[in-house]
C-alpha cells in the first residue's frame, strides 16, 4: 500500500512543480543572454491571471474549443501518474509505455484540432505543420520502444527504471538511444530547432499557432498542460536512460537522495535545452523532416547493435 502511495505522491510532486521547471529554464536562458530575466515563479502568476479572466469562445467554434482545453490538461494529469519520477519499484503493476505516449499523442490530436476549429488561418496553419513534425516523430518513438523492450524484456516504464538504476546499462547504444529520445523531446514540445515556443510570428508559429485564438481559464488550462507534458517527457528521458540513484525502498534517506538527484538531473537537462535555445536558430519547416530522419537513423543504429550483441 505504502508503494502506491509514494506513487500518487511523486506524481502530484511532478504537476505541482512543473510551472516552477518552465521558470527555471526561461531563468536559465535570460542568464546565457545576459538579463535578469522574471522570476521562476512567474509561470504560476501567469496561470493565476489567466484564470481569473473572461472566456472568450469565437460563435464559429464548436464544442471541440469548449471541452478540448479541459481534456488536455485533465489527461496531462493522468499520465502524470503512469511514471516514475524519483521512485520506482517493480512492483508497481501499471506504467505502460504504449498508454503513456498513446495518451501524449491522444493530447497533440485534440490541439490540433482546438487550432482547426476555431476557423483561423493561423490556427489552421499551425495543426497542419504540428501533424507534419508529428508524422516523422512517431517513427522515432517506435524505434526507441522496441530498443527499451528488447533491452528490459518489458513495456512497464517503472520495471525498465528499476532495472537500469540497478544494472546501470550505459552501453554505447543506450546512450544512442538516450540522444535520439532527446531529440524527440524537442520535436514533441515545441522546443528550438523544432520550433520557437516564444514567437508570434506568422511565418514561424507551430504550437503557438494552434492556441493564438484561445483567452482566460482555457488559455491556462493548454498552458498548464502543456508545461506538464514537457515535464512528462523530460522525467521519461532521464528515468528511462539514465536512472540513477533512484530510490526503490521505503525508507526516507533514499527517498530524499533520489529526490535530490532528480532535480539536479532535470535542472541539467533545462539547461542542456536552454543552451540549444539560445546559440541556435529554428530551422525551416523543411529542414526539420532532416533533424528527425538523423534521430530515426540513430535509434535504429541503436536497436541494431542492441539486437546483435
Same mark, same amino acid.
Given at each position: 500500500?505504502?508503494?502506491? #502511495?509514494?506513487?500518487?505522491?511523486?506524481?502530484?510532486?511532478?504537476?505541482?512543480?512543473?510551472?516552477?521547471? %518552465?521558470?527555471?529554464?526561461? @531563468?536559465? $536562458?535570460?542568464?546565457?543572454?545576459?538579463?535578469?530575466?522574471?522570476?521562476?515563479?512567474?509561470?504560476?502568476?501567469?496561470?493565476? @491571471? +489567466?484564470?481569473?479572466?473572461?472566456?472568450?469562445?469565437? =460563435?464559429?467554434?464548436?464544442?471541440? %474549443?469548449?471541452?478540448?482545453?479541459?481534456?488536455?490538461?485533465?489527461?496531462? #494529469?493522468?499520465?502524470?501518474?503512469?511514471?516514475?519520477?524519483?521512485? /520506482?519499484?517493480?512492483?508497481?503493476?501499471?506504467? =505502460?509505455?504504449?498508454?503513456?505516449?498513446?495518451?501524449?499523442? +491522444?493530447? $497533440?490530436?485534440?490541439?490540433?484540432?482546438?487550432?482547426?476549429?476555431?476557423?483561423? *488561418?493561423?490556427?489552421?496553419?499551425?495543426?497542419?505543420?504540428? &501533424?507534419?513534425?508529428?508524422?516523422?516523430?512517431?517513427?522515432? +518513438?517506435?524505434?526507441?520502444?522496441?530498443?527499451?523492450?528488447?533491452? *528490459? @524484456? *518489458?513495456?512497464?516504464?517503472?520495471?525498465?527504471?528499476?532495472? =537500469?538504476? $540497478?544494472?546501470?546499462?550505459?552501453?554505447?547504444?543506450?546512450? &544512442?538511444?538516450?540522444?535520439? !529520445?532527446?531529440?524527440?523531446?524537442?520535436?514533441?514540445?515545441?522546443?528550438?530547432?523544432?520550433?520557437?515556443?516564444? /514567437?508570434?510570428?506568422?511565418?514561424?508559429?507551430?504550437?503557438?499557432?494552434?492556441?493564438?485564438?484561445?483567452?482566460?481559464?482555457?488559455?491556462?488550462?493548454?498552458?498548464?498542460?502543456?508545461? #506538464? $507534458?514537457?515535464?512528462?517527457?523530460? *522525467?521519461?528521458?532521464?528515468?528511462?536512460?539514465?536512472?540513477?540513484? &533512484?530510490?526503490? %525502498?521505503?525508507?526516507?534517506?533514499?527517498?530524499?537522495?533520489?529526490?535530490?538527484?532528480?532535480?539536479? @538531473?532535470?535542472?541539467?537537462?533545462?539547461?542542456?535545452?536552454?543552451?540549444?535555445? /539560445?546559440?541556435?536558430?529554428?530551422?525551416?519547416?523543411?529542414?526539420?523532416?532532416?533533424?528527425?530522419?538523423?534521430?530515426?537513423?540513430?535509434?535504429? %543504429?541503436?536497436?541494431?547493435? =542492441?539486437? !546483435?550483441?
Amino acid at each position: 500500500m505504502k508503494v502506491y #502511495i509514494m506513487c500518487i505522491v511523486q506524481s502530484l510532486f511532478l504537476i505541482i512543480i512543473s510551472p516552477l521547471f %518552465t521558470g527555471v529554464l526561461r @531563468k536559465i $536562458k535570460a542568464f546565457l543572454r545576459g538579463y535578469k530575466g522574471s522570476s521562476i515563479l512567474q509561470p504560476y502568476y501567469d496561470i493565476h @491571471k +489567466l484564470v481569473g479572466k473572461s472566456r472568450v469562445i469565437s =460563435n464559429n467554434s464548436s464544442f471541440i %474549443t469548449v471541452i478540448g482545453p479541459l481534456f488536455c490538461f485533465a489527461g496531462a #494529469i493522468g499520465i502524470a501518474f503512469f511514471i516514475p519520477v524519483f521512485y /520506482t519499484n517493480a512492483l508497481v503493476s501499471w506504467g =505502460n509505455i504504449l498508454v503513456i505516449f498513446f495518451g501524449l499523442a +491522444l493530447i $497533440k490530436f485534440i490541439n490540433s484540432l482546438i487550432g482547426l476549429d476555431s476557423g483561423s *488561418t493561423f490556427g489552421g496553419m499551425g495543426s497542419s505543420r504540428e &501533424m507534419f513534425i508529428s508524422f516523422f516523430g512517431e517513427p522515432i +518513438l517506435f524505434i526507441l520502444i522496441l530498443f527499451l523492450y528488447h533491452e *528490459t @524484456k *518489458t513495456f512497464n516504464t517503472f520495471y525498465i527504471s528499476f532495472l =537500469n538504476s $540497478k544494472l546501470l546499462l550505459y552501453s554505447v547504444q543506450h546512450i &544512442m538511444a538516450g540522444v535520439a !529520445f532527446f531529440i524527440l523531446i524537442l520535436a514533441e514540445n515545441a522546443r528550438i530547432p523544432i520550433d520557437n515556443p516564444e /514567437t508570434h510570428l506568422e511565418l514561424t508559429m507551430v504550437h503557438e499557432a494552434m492556441v493564438l485564438d484561445m483567452s482566460g481559464p482555457d488559455l491556462a488550462l493548454l498552458e498548464l498542460s502543456s508545461s #506538464i $507534458k514537457f515535464m512528462i517527457f523530460l *522525467t521519461l528521458g532521464l528515468n528511462l536512460f539514465l536512472p540513477m540513484n &533512484m530510490a526503490s %525502498t521505503m525508507e526516507w534517506i533514499p527517498i530524499f537522495i533520489s529526490l535530490a538527484f532528480y532535480l539536479l @538531473k532535470m535542472i541539467a537537462a533545462l539547461f542542456a535545452v536552454a543552451i540549444i535555445e /539560445t546559440s541556435m536558430a529554428k530551422f525551416r519547416l523543411f529542414r526539420v523532416p532532416e533533424l528527425l530522419a538523423a534521430a530515426f537513423s540513430i535509434g535504429l %543504429t541503436a536497436l541494431t547493435i =542492441n539486437f !546483435f550483441l
